[in-house]
Nanobody, 123 residues
Framework: QVQVAESGGGLVQAGGSLRLSCAAS????????MGWFRQAPGKEREFVAA???????YYEDSVRGRFTVSRDNAKNTVSLQMNSLKPEDTAVYYC?????????????????WGQGTQVTVSS
């Protein structure tokens, strides 16, 4: 089993920045891809960003240029630096791990999930 835990959420004004962190522990030696998703009230969970073992990176169009995902393979951690935040970025952000395959935009292709961390951007 793999345990996933996020940290770093909070309240920030529009235009501000936050950095989310995620750590995978337990039997985390076979994690290939790590991703970030978010879910706003009344909406489906949506893809934000993902990074593969080799460093391949994917972003959702609305965050490209504002968010940066990075990863430390040795520590099984992934971070999401979020700049120029907008009120529409408000959501619960989830970290997810995939034990096989390339980074994916599909939530159902990830094997382990964290509990989520709230990000609120005020206007």
């Amino acid at each position: 089993q793999v345990q996933v835990a996020e940290s770093g959420g909070g309240l920030v004004q529009a235009g501000g920045s936050l950095r989310l962190s995620c750590a995978a522990s337990g039997r985390a030696g076979n994690i290939y891809a790590m991703g970030w998703f978010r879910q706003a009230p009344g909406k489906e969970r949506e893809f934000v960003a993902a990074i593969g073992w080799s460093g391949s990176i994917y972003y959702e169009d609305s965050v490209r240029g504002r968010f940066t995902v990075s990863r430390d393979n040795a520590k099984n951690t992934v971070s999401l630096q979020m700049n120029s935040l907008k009120p529409e970025d408000t959501a619960v952000y989830y970290c997810a791990c995939r034990t096989f395959g390339n980074p994916s935009r599909r939530p159902n292709e990830y094997d382990y999930w964290g509990q989520g961390t709230q990000v609120t951007v005020s206007s």
